[in-house]
């Protein structure tokens, strides 16, 4: 009779298994850590800031680290730098979170690529975002602008105006501003392999990640499989198709509106958004989805309990069309 035998063994994973079914879904889940190739690590989920307008964004943040998000895509061009700041530190003050625990992004503007405007321009950010440091910096895009109080120069026909700075002498200033401790990481943002490569020949410092548009319609399979041969990661920005950028027509295709992703989200009883942030993170990229409503900010961080398969995973792939949503802001 030895199957009736108590095993304390047994009766302990019984009462964790039935804890874990019932307190799972009330759990607030952490989002997988990303290593970079200098150790440091980032959560594969954040928020993104674009767009979200000053008198929301503080509200829309402290939702988003009450509901679990530890991860938050800043850039000074966003122009709600202070209110995100804002949330940051009530959320460190009233003990929700410790700075360590948060990964906070931001990226230095396209006028401050001369090398005498970048510490300034960092140092902005972390006044703005009230922090001393920050968890990583990307040039935001590899072309300068002249370097004037316009964040988009333009001459008397409209058309931007550029800088001769060339991103290698950007980067370069970049570098001793880890070593200062103002920053753990140097990333870049908008960059192709060929940016990349010419970069990747001079730098002390190599980029940890390359933040670019990725979706369906645009997965970037050889940016990302050359980043990846240099052990830089993809960041996923517009991952959910950027319903609400400026320059959207009408007409434009809506990625979250697509027939072929909608079925495979009723399929798994998930909403597209869930399959479409899923596609990132089981890809291995990083995807700092936005948003300011309170209940997409929760629904979009509830994907952490599913994953797709390598089926879904390549028939989502097989929807790529050079679909870019986000241009050159020039
Ligand atoms: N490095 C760069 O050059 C760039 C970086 N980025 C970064 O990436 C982030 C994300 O990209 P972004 O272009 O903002 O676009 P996203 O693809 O993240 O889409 C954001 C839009 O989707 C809506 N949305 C969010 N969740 C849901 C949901 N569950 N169901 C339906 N609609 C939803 C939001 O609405 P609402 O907010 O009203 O809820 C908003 O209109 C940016 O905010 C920014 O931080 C983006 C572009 C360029
Ligand atoms: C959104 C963003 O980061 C742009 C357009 O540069």
């Known amino acids: 009779m030895t199957f009736l035998k108590f095993d304390s063994r047994y009766t302990t994973k019984l009462v964790y298994n039935l804890l874990k079914t019932i307190l799972a879904p009330k759990m607030s889940l952490k989002a997988p850590l990303v290593k970079f190739y200098n150790n440091q690590e980032c959560p594969i989920l954040g928020i993104g800031t674009w767009k979200s307008k000053p008198g929301e964004v503080t509200q829309a943040v402290k939702d988003a680290i009450d509901i679990g998000y530890r991860?938050?895509?800043?850039?000074?061009?966003?122009?709600?730098?202070?209110e995100v700041g804002e949330a940051i530190t009530a959320k460190i003050n009233d003990g929700t979170v410790k700075r360590e625990e948060l990964f906070i992004t931001s990226k230095l503007w396209n006028t401050f690529h001369r090398p005498d405007l970048v510490k300034g321009a960092l140092l902005k950010s972390l006044e703005n975002l009230q922090i001393k440091y920050l968890d990583l910096y990307l040039i935001h895009w590899p072309q300068a602008y002249k370097e004037e109080a316009e964040l988009f120069p333009t001459d008397e026909a409209g058309k931007i105006q550029f800088s001769e700075v060339d991103y290698i002498d950007t980067w370069k200033a970049l570098e001793p501003l880890a070593g200062e401790g103002l920053v753990k990481s140097l990333g870049v943002s908008n960059f192709?392999?060929?940016?990349?490569?010419?970069?990747?020949?001079?730098?002390?410092?190599?980029?940890?990640?390359?933040?670019?548009?990725?979706?369906?319609?645009?997965?970037?399979?050889?940016?990302?499989?050359?980043?990846?041969?240099?052990?830089?990661k993809i960041t996923a920005y517009s991952p959910l198709g950027s319903p609400d950028r400026p320059w959207a027509k009408p007409e434009d295709p809506q990625l979250m509106e697509d027939p072929k992703l909608k079925a495979i989200a009723d399929r798994l009883g998930k909403t597209v958004a869930q399959v479409l942030i899923r596609y990132q993170i089981d890809r291995g990229n990083i995807v700092i989805p936005k948003s300011v409503t309170r209940s997409r900010i929760e629904s979009n961080f509830q994907v952490l309990d599913f994953k797709l398969s390598h089926e879904d995973v390549s028939l989502i792939d097989s929807f790529d069309c050079n679909g870019r949503l986000v241009p050159m802001t020039a």
């Open 71 to 82: 991860h938050i895509d800043c850039a000074f061009v966003y122009g709600n730098e202070k």
């Open 192 to 232: 192709n392999s060929g940016q990349l490569k010419r970069l990747l020949q001079v730098a002390s410092v190599k980029p940890v990640t390359n933040q670019i548009e990725c979706h369906p319609y645009l997965n970037q399979r050889r940016l990302k499989d050359f980043c990846e041969s240099h052990d830089i």
